[in-house]
């Protein structure tokens, strides 16, 4: 019944904004009572949670499976372009894994399902290469915020899908330009054409 109801609750956040879902609906699509979701989860804001961690484990899924290669900077722009495919991708399920509650803490301890790992590691790469220069923590959250900046915008509609199309390499590259230590102001991939 648990597994039931959370597959509801997670069909429903990836197809609606989160105020539109309510107990009764996701227990209806389920098959089940509402007290049996408030027995399950005690609450709203405890199944949130749960839909929470798929999102996260669906992001960390796809980031994970970006390919490691010898080109630290290519492999952080190939990041980028798997994390807005999965905002597009997933935009209400986006929505509920940073829409106030969920936190990115690049600084704090990650365990290996993390979304935040990869980028991390990458960003320890081309520090150790010397094509990048600050602390990873720093260079994570700029790196982030401008992402985000973007994908939030995209979904909100605020960018027009062919304008989110031409700024997003760009605005990327700008971002791990101003990064870049001097031998690597000409960020490899420069021209990597419109993002998926």
Do not use: C
């Not at 049996?36 to 999102?55: G, M, P």
């Not at 290519?74 to 980028?80: C, G, M, P, R, S």
């Amino acid at each position: 019944m648990k597994e039931r109801l959370l597959e509801a609750a997670t069909e429903m956040f990836a197809t609606r904004p989160r105020e539109s879902v309510t107990i009764r609906a996701v227990a209806a699509a389920a098959g089940a009572s509402t007290a049996a979701v408030y027995t399950l989860f005690d609450s709203k804001d405890v199944l949130i949670n749960e839909v929470r961690n798929r999102a996260v484990a669906g992001l960390s899924r796809d980031l994970s499976a970006v390919p490691v290669t010898d080109d630290p900077l290519a492999d952080l722009y190939a990041l980028a372009v798997a994390y807005r495919r999965w905002g597009r991708e997933h935009s209400h399920l986006y929505t509920v894994l940073f829409g106030g509650v969920q936190r990115f803490d690049p600084s704090g301890e990650m365990s290996a399902g993390d979304p935040v790992r990869p980028l991390v590691d990458t960003i320890g790469r081309a520090l150790s290469a010397s094509v990048l220069v600050g602390e990873v923590t720093p260079i994570a959250l700029s790196l982030w915020v401008t992402l985000h900046g973007l994908v939030a915008l995209e979904l909100a509609g605020a960018l027009d899908a062919t304008t989110a199309e031409a700024i997003f390499p760009s605005t990327i590259l700008a971002t791990l330009r101003g990064w870049a230590t001097p031998s690597q102001i000409d960020v490899p991939g420069s021209s990597p054409g419109p993002a998926p």
